[in-house]
DNA sequence: GTGCATGCAAATCCTTTGCAGTGAT
DNA sequence: ATCACTGCAAAGGATTTGCATGCAC
């Protein structure tokens, strides 16, 4: 039942939100929140949009774009650039904080944690006079799958 | 005098690069090498377009782009994604590898360099069997001016 | 009822592509 | 002389925007 908990929690933090900022419960916005929190990977703002059109939700993508931008705002999406100019994103509530390793053949994205990025954060923000507010860490290389491959066609 | 022997040693470079290549070495290509290596900022395709066109080169967007795959290739650029949408790029040969802070509010980019984010990477890679290629680490943050700035509008 | 949010389509921004012409080899 | 590279303009993909309609308040 934690799946149920952590939907129920999310949608309160997020009901929580639009009341603070004086914005609109509409169902649309739940149904889009409910969707991300049933996800389990890093997608794109079309991906999301063309699920919910699969689940015969009449959603459309300006909506999808905008709730997106609101679920950043109160932290409960995170949104990515890894590479090329196409934002991901990835529910953000109830996990921890991690960065993330992406293979430049296949795409196929880790995650993986490190104390010493907060603390290097922390560090640089004193140093230079930033208030950090976020950051983001990406490791670009080759997974073994696609590097055994090359070797393969390498060797032909 | 160091500047001149930097150019002359990355245009060195970018030559034997061509050639081992088979690809050939256009006045274009060269111009554009010797621009980005005048400048000392992180600037995107439009700005370096334009700055050629202001200097009288009638160099196309194409050429613009398809040269800087080329340097971003033999590792005399760098390209990066600073969150929002839109490449950005930066001259590195004879630079020390650094990773960015970058004021979410004025856009301002600074650098620093932690030997830890290296070891990290070179840790992770063995862990999760990646063969590391490069890394994008980017601390956003508020810099101290903009910091300043809002809380004036606050007390208003 | 008021006006914020939605849906749709058009617009915009950055980047890539197709193609005819040019110039490096 | 060949064919890779260029310039141009059109296409493309992701995201934003404008406006009429709908629905949360």
């Known amino acids: 039942m934690k799946q149920v908990n952590l939907k129920e929690q999310v949608k309160k933090l ?16 739940f149904i889009i929140l409910d969707e991300i ?6 997608f794109d703002a079309e991906g999301l949009y063309a699920a919910l059109k699969s689940k015969k ?25 890894f590479g090329n100019n196409l934002a991901r994103f990835e529910k953000s509530f109830g996990y921890r904080q991690h960065d993330h390793l992406i293979c430049i053949d296949c795409n196929k994205v880790l995650e993986f ?24 860490l990406i490791l670009y290389g080759k997974c073994n799958g696609c590097e055994v491959k090359e070797q393969l066609k390498g060797s032909r």
Chains 1, 2 share one sequence.
């Open 14 to 29: 997020f009901e929580e939100h639009l009341e603070i900022h004086q914005q609109r419960k509409t169902k649309e916005r």
């Open 37 to 42: 929190y049933s996800r389990d990977d890093h």
């Open 57 to 81: 939700h009449q959603i459309s993508r300006a909506t999808v774009y905008n709730t997106l931008e609101l679920l950043v705002e109160c932290e409960l999406v995170t949104k990515h650039q």
């Open 113 to 136: 944690c490190d104390p010493r990025i907060h603390q290097i954060s922390t560090r640089m923000g004193e140093l230079l006079h930033f208030n950090i507010a976020h950051h983001s």
